[in-house]
């Protein structure tokens, strides 16, 4: 990749670096006083909202501050929760903040639903969805193998557009239409924080008070200098979305989560597609041995060369009946390399967070290379290293994990605080995934990163792995290429991390994500039913392929009546 700012290498240093929200003292990766976070839990009925209603009504009324209005935080607040920002970060707080009984506002100066919805893992999901049946139609051995003939097969470029734009506009409404129906003030505007407890709203000078405040603001497409993107010919991942063409030849600068997904719809769709990648190796914040098995089978046979160690120092958008130029330079050296002519190039160097314009500078906050800095509760910090009260900052803004379902997460997390709980998220407990055809998924951490920290702490670290062709149901699908992969500790069956390479793999890697969240252990989930034939059952041999010293925990004493 171009840059640390970046999906592949901020994952990595989410699990390993200095940014960690969490606690690994000896050799835990759960503390086990402290609750954490999940997905809500409940619809809203009647009854529910008139309770919740009445604790809203007793709540603002109860809302006072010592603080005078000189300079710092006002007396009487017009919502007990503002959130800047309407991404999935943001809606995840408030519906759990409505839940809560908070009077609750949303700052949004775009549209909602943030990049994730707009721009990012919506769309991008219904061009892979398309990507994946024209593979399917035009795999003619793996047709053929199931009895099937199908002859040319093709597809409507616009019409492949305006079925990810429809995706899109649909969650989005669907997204607005819930805040509202639950009495979330959605205010139009771009939120600059005053000071404390005070954000005003768009260009005007209404000002809006909060008890609590939480800045959600995302992320933008991070470019790195020397690249000039014309959003036509050198584009990033907010135009290649739009699929206003489907070039012949397509360079794409980083390998990633972004490159590999976009890699695999450009090829699907026809094009040939070049890899830059700055480190040496490609799909750098992966699992090393996951990376190599999804290299040859995503890379290796398709339409795609590559050229790793290298930096595009400079590249140039086609005009004047000249294609996009790319020079390369070596990442080490910074000696000239080669120099490409491509018919367009996306820059997938990954995201940077959108922070400019917040007005943090009024309450003496300096952002980290963007980032706004945040201890493990995602409480905000001066330029002092010290606590700014009543305000919080989840999701990319703050760089810890830059997953949408990872801000949503930290958004409750931040709620069941201001409303009395302490809460701090596991973020070794939150997947990702990489959507590609097959699928790659990942939860915890990577075998080196494990090594590493069972080195440090003293700790012995085994691994089990089982494959997708010993899977009845992969086999009926003829798709048994994959590698399930378990990294875990074998005096104690802690699970360290799990890495899915196959058929579903985003949706397999739940039961692993939620094991750790729980603290499950592995010699408990030997004991879990799996339905057969199904995809789960990768997962159930996998866990039970680990040899664990610990005993299982005791068992239910009485039985249930069937």
């Not at 005078?68 to 999935?88: E, H, M, Q």
């Not at 980083?254 to 990648?277: K, N, P, Q, R």
């Not at 390479?501 to 799996?530: C, M, Y």
Request: aromatic share 4%; net charge neutral; hydrophobic share 40%.
């Amino acid at each position: 990749m171009q840059s640390s700012i970046s999906l592949s290498s901020s994952y990595a240093s989410t699990v390993s670096g200095p940014r960690h929200s969490f606690s690994l003292s000896g050799g835990s990766l759960v503390p086990s006083t402290l609750r954490f976070c999940g997905l809500r839990r409940q619809a809203f009925t009647s009854s529910s909202l008139n309770h919740h209603c009445r604790r809203r009504l007793q709540h603002s009324a109860a809302v006072t501050a010592a603080l005078s209005n000189n300079g710092t935080g006002p007396t009487l607040f017009d919502y007990d929760l503002l959130i800047i920002g309407a991404g999935v970060g943001g809606h995840g707080a408030a519906l759990h903040a409505v839940e809560k009984g908070l009077k609750t506002a949303i700052v949004e100066g775009d549209v909602v639903g943030g990049t994730c919805v707009n721009r990012g893992c919506v769309p991008s999901k219904a061009l892979l969805a398309v990507s994946g049946r024209m593979r399917e139609l035009r795999d003619d051995h793996h047709l053929k193998s199931l009895g099937l003939q199908v002859s040319g097969a093709g597809y409507d470029r616009q019409a492949v557009a305006d079925h990810a734009n429809n995706l899109a506009s649909k969650i989005r409404g669907n997204l607005t239409n819930s805040l509202k129906a639950l009495g979330v003030d959605i205010l139009t505007g771009f939120g600059t924080i005053l000071g404390p407890q005070k954000v005003k709203v768009g260009s005007s000078n209404k000002v809006v008070t909060a008890k609590d405040i939480i800045i959600a603001t995302g992320s933008v497409p991070f470019v790195p200098k020397g690249i000039e993107v014309d959003g036509k010919t050198v584009i990033t991942s907010d135009h290649a979305l739009k699929l206003e063409t489907v070039p012949d030849w397509v360079a794409i600068v980083g390998s990633g989560y972004i490159g590999l997904e976009f890699s695999d719809v450009y090829t699907a769709l026809g094009s040939e597609v070049t890899f830059i990648e700055a480190l040496d190796q490609l799909m750098p914040g992966f699992d090393p041995e996951i990376s190599k098995l999804a290299q040859r089978v995503l890379i290796n046979p398709r339409n795609i060369d590559y050229h790793t160690g290298v930096f595009a120092s400079k590249i140039t958008p086609a005009r004047d009946g000249k294609p996009v130029t790319i020079e390369l330079i070596d990442a080490k050296t910074k000696e000239q390399k080669d120099t490409l002519e491509v018919d367009a190039a996306l820059i997938a160097t990954g995201r940077a967070p959108f922070t400019q314009g917040l007005g943090l500078e009024n309450i003496d906050v300096v952002t980290q290379r963007g980032f706004v800095p945040v201890d493990e509760r995602m409480r905000v910090l001066d330029a002092n290293g010290n606590l700014v009260p009543h305000l919080y900052c989840i999701g990319d803004a703050n760089g810890k994990m830059m997953l949408a379902h990872a801000a949503s997460a930290q958004g409750i997390s931040v709620v069941e605080q201001v409303t009395g709980r302490d809460h701090v998220l596991n973020h070794l407990s939150i997947p990702a995934a990489c959507f590609t055809h097959p699928e790659i998924s990942m939860v915890g951490l990577t075998e080196p990163q494990a090594r590493e920290k069972g080195e440090k702490d003293g700790f012995q670290v085994s691994v089990a792995k089982t494959s997708f062709k010993a899977n009845t149901k992969a086999l009926a699908e003829n798709e048994g290429e994959g590698l399930a992969k378990l990294i875990y500790r074998p005096d104690t069956g802690e699970i360290l991390g799990v890495h899915i390479f196959g058929l579903h793999a985003a949706d397999l890697i739940h039961e692993a994500s939620n094991a750790i969240a729980l603290g499950t252990r592995i010699q408990d989930i030997k004991f879990a039913v799996h339905a057969h034939p199904t995809l789960s059952e990768v997962l159930d041999e996998l866990f039970k392929s680990a040899k664990v010293k610990a005993q299982a925990s005791a068992p239910v004493k009485e039985a249930v009546a069937v």
